[in-house]
């Protein structure tokens, strides 16, 4: 099944992770894709040969852009050079995101202004950059914005992430609402508890990841590519009618999984 066949996509932060899964399930889908990174060009160019072994002979190709999305100049020059190879870009896939946990009172300055830099002022620069683009041209397009349960859930030592995603949350329906006449539908995917490098001290520990599982009503954490293809969908006209949306792949983490015994029903 190729239904993003003849797209042209832009992934950042795709170098590893949900970036890497979703670029190499892109390709697979019949996309050419741009793989955005910030440093490490060595796994860039592995999610590049990833990209390249999914398509099974599909057409589409890939290229590798660096780029640190909270930075302006280099947002702009990323999408100059994404445009310029393939004609045009149809998908932006704002996935770029780093977390760096603190308890709250011990928070220094800077380091919340570089996860809330990187988590959403970059998702905003590259918005903007696609939004201007796909109203540059007709035919509109699709941004799509890697977000969290921590849009919803609550994340103590975790203050400007679960900020980063609140807010990640409203520039998705903002974005929606006011371009949705123009044929450019926003949605995000907010994903649990997965396995990737960002999780690596829990998934590596067999106790703490017991624990984080025991609060997953489905039992287990995610996988990479179980987030990816909630992307592909979004991201292909089987979504068509879809805009303005998060839809939480987390294994039933939002739905208040303590309350599967029913302690304060009185029954």
Sequence with gaps: MERLKGKNVLV????????????????????SVAINYRSGAEQAEATRA????????????????QGDVSNEEQVKQMFATTIAEFGRLDVLVNNAGIQKP?????????DFDRVI????????LCAREAL????????????????????????????????SKGGMENLTKS????????????????PGAVVTPINKAWIDNPKARGEVESHIP???AGAADEIAS????LASDDASYVTGQTIFACGGLTLYPEFRVAWSSGE
Excluded: C, W
């Design 50 to 65: 990833m990209a390249q072994a999914s398509r099974q002979g599909s057409e589409g190709r890939e290229i590798v852009v």
């Design 175 to 190: 974005l929606a609402l006011e371009y949705a006449d123009h044929g450019i539908r926003v949605n995000a995917v907010g």
């Design 132 to 163: 201007r683009h796909f109203l540059s041209r007709p035919g509109g397009g699709v941004i799509l914005n890697n977000s969290s349960v921590h849009e919803i859930i609550p994340k103590p030592k975790y203050l400007p992430y679960s900020i």
């Design 230 to 233: 909630v992307f592909a969908f």
């Design 117 to 124: 830099a990187v988590n959403l002022r970059g998702p905003f």
């Design 12 to 31: 950042t932060g795709a170098s590893s992770g949900i970036g890497q899964a979703i670029a190499v399930r892109f390709a697979k889908e019949g996309a």
């Design 218 to 220: 489905m039992g287990r």
């Design 102 to 110: 603190a308890p709250s009172h011990e928070i220094e300055a800077a």
